[in-house]
Structures are given as structure tokens and as C-alpha cells.
């Protein structure tokens, strides 16, 4: 006899990258039993695990849609949504007033998840041109390719730019198909303007931004501060 | 791009805890304990709800312990009224 299914309700949120529509339940108290146990462990790849774990289970669309490719800010853009739908839409942070003339005091702020929002640059282009005949077309980097870098190195960021690569063209032809070898010396090849070029997909990728205004609880001075990528939100 | 990929290295697991951030691994196991020793809920209905409910059924009987603990002051100060009156 099958057993009975637990009913949640659904929620539905749009992808920022592709713009698909995703269904989605909040996360269960045992589903977060995962998040706080990585998150207790502090290990990177334990934590990146549970993400996929949590999203995947939590996800209910399942045609076209795979969690571990999905760029980083739609990965952050969902745990937002489902944090949001099963916890509360309401984050209570303690800003520090620092930089000019900051007096180093804090003030509990509230941020309204619903009202952060993932911020697009214009010219963001995944498509290069290196020179008149050659380019590359970029992918953004997903968790997976993330979650193989234990430290910032030079070595390391190579590896990321590697992995983004998702084509080289010419003028006669597309290449798909490379060994590593290969895509290490088209890149050690690159020149400075072209490296920059590079460079600029990846300052321009969309991100999570949320701007915020507050009073100082101390010195009573308006202090604004911007929220990028969540990484924000906690330090 | 060295700034550049290490920004988003670092932002990779910074959304990770804005999920996390509002409770600890040992408050879970307290909470969980404790609704299950003094209320009689079962792990398995305690883990399969959203995690708001249990914050709701927390609240709840909260409150509920406070109403009973006021009762209890009331009726004990109304029996020493008794007794000395």
C-alpha cells in the first residue's frame, strides 16, 4: 500500500536566467536539519551537498530543469525563495556603521526578502570576440564547478574560466570538443585586451542586490549600504 | 579577473547561510526534544512540518504555558485569600 504524501503548499518563482517559471514547496524541519548540520560542519563540499540536496527535493519542477547546472545566482535567487516561503519573508540583520565618519555602532535593520531582487548589467554579453574572426562563448559557472575550489588560486581561477568556456568559433567553424591541453593554451595564448574582455562577463554577471537606508541607532546619522550576492547578509 | 573570480568564489557560499541563519543545530535537537518529552508530538510529525508551523505550534504553546502558569498564580493567590481570610 503506498504511504500517504505529505501536502505543502506550492509556490511559483521565475528563473532570472532563463526566465523559466519553477514550482517549488517550502523546506521541511528535517530538510533543514541537512542545511544547519553542514552548516555546523563548516566543510564546503558538505554544505554544497545539502544545497543541492535541499533544492532538488524542494523543486518540483522537474522537466528541463537541472539544479546542478544552474548558475549561481539562480541558485542563490531559489534558497532566497524557498528561505523566504519557509521561514519568513523578513531577515533581521545587525548593520555595523563603518567606512566615513562611521561610529562603528550597530542598528538592527530589517530586510524584506521579497524586495531584493537579482540586479542585470547592460552589455553583459556571453558572447566574445577576441579578434575579428575568433571568439568564445562563456557559460556561467554553476555550484559544481565551484564547489572543486578549495582556495583562491591563480591555478584555481583558471580552472573557472576553463570550465565556462562552453564554445570557441572562427569564422569557419564551432568548436565544442577540446581536451583540457588544449583550452589551457587557448587561454594562456589570450592577450591582455582579450583577457579583459573575459574578464568583463564576469564583473557583469548578474547578481542579488538590495539597497539599503537606515538611521543609525547611535550617531543618528542615514547610512546606505548595499547588499550584493548575500554574502551580505550575513557578516 | 583575479578580484573578479574570487568575488564570486566568495559569494558562493555566503547565500547558503541566510537559510541557516536563524537557528543552530543545537537549538533544533532542544526544540524538537522538548516538544516531544512535555507535548507528546512524534519525531516524524515534527520533522515533516514546514519549518513556520513548528514556529507557529512553538509560539502557541508558549503562550499556552503562560495563560496556565497565570491561572495557577491567580488560584493559589485566591486560596491564600481563603485561608487567611
Given at each position: 500500500m503506498a504511504l500517504p504524501n505529505i501536502v505543502t503548499p506550492e509556490y511559483e518563482t521565475t528563473l532570472p536566467s532563463t526566465d523559466q517559471k519553477i514550482k517549488f514547496r517550502p523546506f521541511l524541519v528535517k530538510e533543514e536539519k541537512l542545511m544547519l548540520m553542514a552548516a555546523e560542519g563548516k566543510d564546503q563540499s558538505e554544505i554544497y551537498k545539502a544545497v543541492l540536496k535541499v533544492?532538488?527535493?524542494?523543486?518540483?519542477?522537474?522537466?528541463?530543469?537541472?539544479?546542478?547546472?544552474?548558475?549561481?545566482?539562480?541558485?542563490?535567487?531559489?534558497?532566497?525563495?524557498?528561505?523566504?516561503?519557509?521561514?519568513?519573508?523578513?531577515?533581521?540583520?545587525?548593520?555595523?556603521?563603518?567606512?566615513?565618519?562611521?561610529?562603528?555602532?550597530?542598528?538592527?535593520?530589517?530586510?524584506?526578502?521579497?524586495?531584493v531582487k537579482?540586479?542585470?548589467?547592460?552589455?553583459?554579453?556571453?558572447?566574445?570576440?577576441?579578434?575579428?574572426?575568433?571568439?568564445?562563448?562563456?557559460?556561467?559557472?554553476?555550484?559544481?564547478?565551484?564547489?572543486?575550489?578549495?582556495?583562491?588560486?591563480?591555478?584555481?581561477?583558471?580552472?573557472?574560466?576553463?570550465?565556462?568556456?562552453?564554445?570557441?568559433?572562427?569564422?569557419?567553424?564551432?568548436y565544442t570538443e577540446f581536451t583540457k591541453q588544449e583550452i589551457n593554451e587557448f587561454i594562456g595564448n589570450m592577450d591582455n585586451t582579450q583577457f579583459l574582455k573575459v574578464t568583463k562577463f564576469f564583473e557583469t554577471i548578474p547578481k542579488l542586490r538590495h539597497k539599503l537606508e537606515y538611521k543609525c541607532q547611535k550617531c543618528g546619522k542615514q547610512v546606505k549600504h548595499t547588499l550584493e550576492g548575500l554574502m551580505d547578509f550575513f557578516l | 579577473m583575479w578580484q573578479?573570480?574570487?568575488?564570486?568564489?566568495?559569494?558562493?557560499?555566503?547565500?547558503?547561510?541566510?537559510?541557516?541563519?536563524?537557528?543552530?543545530?543545537?537549538?533544533?535537537?532542544?526544540?524538537?526534544?522538548?516538544?516531544?518529552?512535555?507535548?507528546?508530538?512524534?519525531?516524524?510529525?515534527?520533522?515533516?512540518?514546514?519549518?513556520?508551523?513548528?514556529?507557529?505550534?512553538?509560539?502557541l504553546l508558549s503562550n499556552y504555558i503562560e495563560k496556565e502558569n497565570e491561572k495557577n498564580r491567580n488560584s493559589q493567590q485566591a486560596n491564600k485569600?481563603?485561608?487567611h481570610g
Open positions: 533544492l532538488s527535493d524542494c523543486i518540483l519542477t522537474k522537466e528541463n530543469l537541472d539544479v546542478t547546472d544552474l548558475p549561481l545566482f539562480d541558485i542563490e535567487w531559489l534558497f532566497l525563495q524557498l528561505r523566504s516561503k519557509s521561514v519568513g519573508e523578513v531577515v533581521e540583520l545587525r548593520m555595523k556603521h563603518i567606512g566615513d565618519g562611521g561610529c562603528g555602532a550597530y542598528t538592527d535593520v530589517e530586510v524584506k526578502l521579497d524586495e537579482v540586479e542585470k548589467f547592460e552589455g553583459h554579453n556571453p558572447v566574445i570576440m577576441l579578434d575579428d574572426t575568433v571568439g568564445i562563448t562563456l557559460k556561467y559557472p554553476n555550484l559544481a564547478d565551484v564547489s572543486e575550489i578549495s582556495s583562491v588560486t591563480a591555478e584555481n581561477i583558471f580552472k573557472v574560466l576553463e570550465s565556462s568556456i562552453k564554445n570557441v568559433f572562427d569564422k569557419d567553424r564551432v | 573578479t573570480s574570487q568575488a564570486y568564489i566568495r559569494r558562493s557560499d555566503g547565500f547558503f547561510f541566510i537559510s541557516t541563519a536563524h537557528d543552530s543545530l543545537k537549538n533544533y535537537y532542544q526544540t524538537n526534544f522538548a516538544l516531544m518529552q512535555h507535548h507528546k508530538y512524534s519525531l516524524t510529525e515534527l520533522e515533516n512540518m514546514m519549518r513556520w508551523e513548528r514556529d507557529i505550534y512553538v509560539t485569600r481563603v485561608r
